[in-house]
């Protein structure tokens, strides 16, 4: 009797098992299908307590639901700032290892997020856009205007 208990109960819990994995199948197959996530989760939902499980989608296809602002500070020159020189060195800080760009100038930030790069000025004010970008596709942007006056 007690050999024909325990089977009972293996083969209760087994059937749970599959019946489990089957319906998660089911329900992870129509919500990855489906165009509206929203739609999809409250028809595949009932009431009381539900765990609901989304699979990831590829990282290009996901940045734009998990992108989030990136901290940029430019430390020199300050905004508004007036040069007499041409030639400036831009330094700034954000995220370790991101990617800025200064107007049409490209660096990577070092371990510490610290950046530095060397622009050109132009005579009077120059606008200058410092855009940042992590691996994750976060983005940060700030704009500064440096006054460039020749000494004469």
């Keep these: 009797m007690k050999n024909i208990l325990v089977i009972s109960f293996s ?17 992870n197959k129509r919500l ?17 307590k539900n765990i609901l499980s989304l699979p990831p989608l590829e990282t290009k296809q996901n940045m734009g639901a998990v992108e989030t602002s990136l901290f940029v500070q430019v430390i020199s020159p300050s905004d508004g700032s007036t040069v007499t020189s041409p030639y400036i060195t831009l330094r700034g800080k954000t995220v370790a290892q991101a990617e800025v760009f200064a107007n049409d100038k490209e660096t990577v930030a070092d371990a510490q997020g610290n950046f530095s790069v060397g622009l050109t000025l132009e005579e009077g004010e120059n606008p200058i856009m410092v855009v940042a970008n992590d691996v994750s596709g976060n983005v940060g942007e700030t704009e500064i205007t440096i006054m460039y ?3 004469e």
Excluded: H, Q
């Design 11 to 27: 083969v209760l819990v087994t059937l749970f098992i599959i019946a489990g994995i089957t319906g998660f199948s089911y329900f």
């Design 32 to 48: 990855t299908e489906s165009k509206n996530w929203k739609e999809s989760a409250e028809t595949l939902t009932e009431s009381g």
């Design 149 to 151: 006056e020749t000494s």
